[in-house]
């Protein structure tokens, strides 16, 4: 069984200062990771995916992640946020089991850039 | 290209009633899933469909939803009789296939509101 644990539920910061979301998962199997982002009242955009090879990988709009399979991690960060990163941003895991491909997505963290 | 297309993007009954909801995905995507995303929670995988076959309804409540997707294009999920806690935004979403289901292209939404 896969699942996904974000940390944090909600994350506030000042715009231009550094943030890191927290993402841990657990599978039994290979996984892909994904982060997405869910602006008020849209559906989700992709952020960033790691599938295999560098365990950096770098999505839109600044952000990147780090893929650490010791720690069954892979937060998400960005150096300087802006307040149009204000969002809900969910990680999810992708991998393939016996009972066939599945889908799972963490609760959320709800990230906040003050002014 | 056009994204994933739903409809309505709300709709507000009162329980007991029926309700359906109306997707269209990306041209040539040949797997659609339905998510159920309740508030302050990750979208929670309801059915999935290869073209116009179920690959995975195991936390569809089956007693009270349906979907299909006859033409292997578009796609509807119906609700019927509607219970109070079926209150959610339910999310289609596309892949081109299964085998790579990498990235999943998420549409608008329909918010239900049941009272």
């Known amino acids: 069984a896969q699942s996904v644990t974000q940390l944090d539920s909600q994350v506030p910061v000042f715009e231009e200062a550094p943030v890191e979301l927290r993402c841990n998962y657990s599978s039994s199997v290979s996984v892909y990771l994904f982060w997405y982002v869910q602006y008020p009242n849209q559906g989700l955009q992709l952020l960033l995916k790691?599938?295999?090879?560098?365990?950096l990988v770098k999505g839109i709009n600044g952000f990147e992640a780090e893929f650490n399979k010791s720690q069954t991690s892979f937060h998400l960060r960005k150096p300087s946020v802006h307040i149009s990163d204000t969002a809900e941003y969910f990680c999810?895991?992708?991998?393939?089991?016996?009972?066939?491909?599945?889908?799972?997505f963490g609760t959320g963290t709800s990230l906040t850039v003050i002014p | 290209e056009a994204g994933v297309a739903q409809s309505p993007r709300y709709k507000i009954i009162e329980k007991r009633q029926s309700v359906a909801f109306w997707c269209n995905p990306i041209?040539?995507?040949?797997?659609l899933y339905w998510y159920q995303q309740i508030l302050g929670q990750g979208p929670k995988l309801l059915i999935q469909f290869q073209n116009n076959g179920v690959v995975d309804d195991s936390q569809l409540p089956k007693d009270r939803f349906s979907a299909e997707r006859l033409k292997g294009v578009d796609s509807t999920l119906k609700i019927q009789p509607a219970k109070l806690e079926d209150s959610a935004v339910y999310l289609c979403a596309s892949s081109f296939d299964r085998a790579q289901t990498y990235e999943q292209y998420f549409g608008p939404g329909t918010r239900l509101t049941v009272t």
């Open positions: 790691y599938l295999s090879g560098s365990t």
């Open positions: 999810a895991v992708s991998g393939f089991s016996n009972t066939g491909n599945q889908f799972y």
């Open positions: 041209s040539g995507h040949a797997t």
